[in-house]
Nanobody
């Protein structure tokens, strides 16, 4: 069973920092692209940051200069370092990964269950 589990969310004051983690587990052969998305109440889910297997990154305009996406391939873990947090960053943050399981030669997209980030003003 391939699974993504996010952690690291919580409550923080504006200007504070959090580091989110997303651990992949299961019968995984390889992991290609990975990313962080977020969804605030009443809003659509949106891309926050992406990182390829080679380390190339892309950020939403709202995240540039404040957030840093990274990955540890040996640990099969994705990270999102969030600094200078703002109340508008409040949302459920989801991990997404393109994973090839051992049982298949095709990459599939998987979602984590999400972790809540709440930034108070």
């Amino acid at each position: 069973q391939v699974q993504l589990v996010e952690s690291g969310g919580g409550f923080v004051q504006a200007g504070g920092s959090l580091r989110l983690s997303c651990a992949a587990s299961g019968r995984i052969f390889t992991i290609n692209d990975m990313g962080w998305y977020r969804q605030a109440p009443g809003k659509e889910r949106e891309l926050v940051a992406l990182i390829t297997s080679g380390g190339s990154t892309n950020y939403a305009d709202s995240a540039k200069g404040r957030f840093t996406i990274s990955r540890d391939n040996d640990k099969k873990t994705l990270y999102l370092q969030m600094n200078s947090l703002k109340p508008e960053d409040t949302a459920v943050y989801y991990c997404k990964a393109q994973i090839r399981p051992y049982s298949n030669s095709i990459y599939f997209w998987y979602w984590g269950q999400g972790t809540q980030v709440t930034v108070s003003s």
